[in-house]
């Protein structure tokens, strides 16, 4: 039996402490970013639409290209003042990306620029 999925799902460490999720499909877990009790930032830019929310040690970033597009969710747990530089620079380094053919294609603009921690 075949069952297909629409997601993709990583799992990385940043250095000793700081642990991230990133998701990529169309149905994130956006429950964090509806609850009432969070503080979370709206950024909209020509590259897309981006909600974060920073607490206690968490940092999640939902991001979505255009209205068609799937979502990219970025969990990170561990996450310390000390560690703003190293999460900013891997923040910045996202593109966004299609598959073509056999490989994959993408774009020169950095997705997430406007974030910082």
């Known amino acids: 039996m075949k069952i297909p999925a629409d997601f993709v799902l990583y799992s990385l460490s940043l250095g000793a402490e700081v642990k991230t999720e ?8 956006d429950d964090i970013f509806n609850a009432p009790q969070v503080k979370h930032y ?3 830019d020509p590259i ?5 929310v920073k607490s206690n040690g968490k940092f999640d970033l939902l991001h979505q290209a255009n209205a068609n597009a799937s979502f990219v969710h970025i969990h990170l ?13 891997f923040l910045v380094n996202f593109h966004s990306c299609k598959p073509m053919d056999q490989s994959i294609q993408c774009a020169n603009d950095r997705i997430l620029k406007s974030v910082t921690l």
Do not use: E, F, H, R
């Open 22 to 29: 990133i998701y990529s499909g169309n149905n994130p877990q």
């Open 48 to 52: 897309g639409k981006c909600l974060y």
């Open 42 to 44: 709206k950024l909209t």
């Open 77 to 89: 747990t561990g996450v310390k003042a000390s560690d703003a530089d190293d999460i900013n620079d």
